[in-house]
């Protein structure tokens, strides 16, 4: 009986091992990178620090605390899908992962049914039933970028299958680019 209890007490031990939270301090370097058509700004209003994405895919170093403080200032960021936490700096100390970062944050909910905008080009590709289902669980801001993406798509010719185009105005419930306007 002692071996069973002896037995589950180290299974606990371990298990609460596995998941001990990574501790990441304010001054933290994280790369982040703007997932946004068009140019972001934050500034932070206690430390007056700011920071600045002018194109999609730029990546900027910003402190865990500068995070923090976007998170309590100005959510729509992450709720959005604005920007995405690419992970700590490499020239950090600090052996956080993405994910530690998002708990850290409390922000994981926004990034459930994030699509890459480099991956746009696969989006392309999708069935007219693929669309309509992951169109219907985009953020309203990632729906937006989806939308000057697909226009992108349609003048340079990257998306050029009239049900495609279709489908995508049918779940995104818009107009998308044309010639003929």
Do not use: H
Not at 83 to 108: M, N, P
Not at 140 to 147: C, D, K, M, P, Q
Request: hydrophobic share 35%; with cysteine; net charge negative.
């Amino acid at each position: 009986m002692s071996d069973k209890v002896m037995t589950e007490s180290t299974q606990a031990k371990s298990t609460k091992t596995a998941q001990k939270r990574v501790r990441i301090t304010d001054d933290i370097q994280i790369r982040v990178k703007s997932n946004y058509y068009g140019t972001l700004f934050f500034k932070n209003k206690r430390t007056g620090d700011s920071v600045e994405w002018k194109n999609p895919g730029e990546i900027q170093s910003v402190t865990m605390g500068d995070l923090k403080a976007m998170r309590a200032e100005q959510a729509q960021f992450f709720k959005n899908q604005w920007v995405v936490i690419l992970g700590v700096a490499e020239y950090e100390d600090c052996r956080a992962t993405c994910e530690d970062i998002f708990k850290a944050l409390t922000i994981e909910q926004f990034y459930q049914n994030y699509i890459e905008p480099t991956d746009y080009r696969i989006i392309c590709g999708w069935s007219e039933k693929e669309i309509a289902e992951r169109v219907a669980m985009l953020t309203t801001g990632a729906r937006e970028n989806l939308v000057v993406a697909l226009n992108t798509y349609i003048k340079d010719g990257t998306l050029d299958s009239l049900r495609r185009i279709r489908a995508f105005e049918e779940a995104l419930g818009c107009k998308l680019y044309s010639e003929e306007e």
